[in-house]
């Protein structure tokens, strides 16, 4: 069992920047972020497939975040730039541990969560 830990939140004015890490416990396939907004559904933000480095963002996001990790391939980070204050929320990491046939931007399709850190914009 992988165990995933965020880290990095917390407060931030509109337009500043915020980086993000998740510290998973082994070796993974897919790692990815997601959000969720008070009163609102979790969302997909970005993925990374470490075979490739394949990289994938939201397009509300693309332009501004960026997704990255290490070759060990047990860390990954969400560099995000140019904060909204409609993008306060819970930021989840997520990690797909086997290699099988997925979904990305599928919430569903992950084996393991981290806790969340909350990340807030406003003035």
């Known amino acids: 069992q992988v165990q995933l830990v965020e880290s990095g939140g917390g407060w931030v004015q509109p337009g500043g920047s915020l980086r993000l890490s998740c510290a998973a416990s082994g070796r993974t396939f897919t790692m990815a972020w997601f959000r969720q907004a008070p009163g609102k559904e979790r969302d997909f933000v970005a993925a990374?497939?470490?075979?490739?480095?394949?990289?994938w963002l939201a397009d509300s996001v693309t332009g501004r975040f960026s997704i990255s990790g290490d070759n060990p391939r047990n860390t990954v980070y969400l560099q995000m730039n140019s904060l909204k204050r409609d993008e306060t929320a819970v930021y989840y990491c997520?990690?797909?541990?086997?290699?099988?046939?997925?979904?990305?931007?599928?919430?569903?399709?992950?084996?393991?969560w981290g806790q969340g850190t909350q990340v807030t914009v406003s003035s």
């Open positions: 997520a990690a797909k541990v086997r290699t099988s046939t997925m979904r990305v931007a599928s919430d569903s399709d992950y084996d393991t």
């Open positions: 990374i497939r470490w075979s490739g480095g394949i990289t």
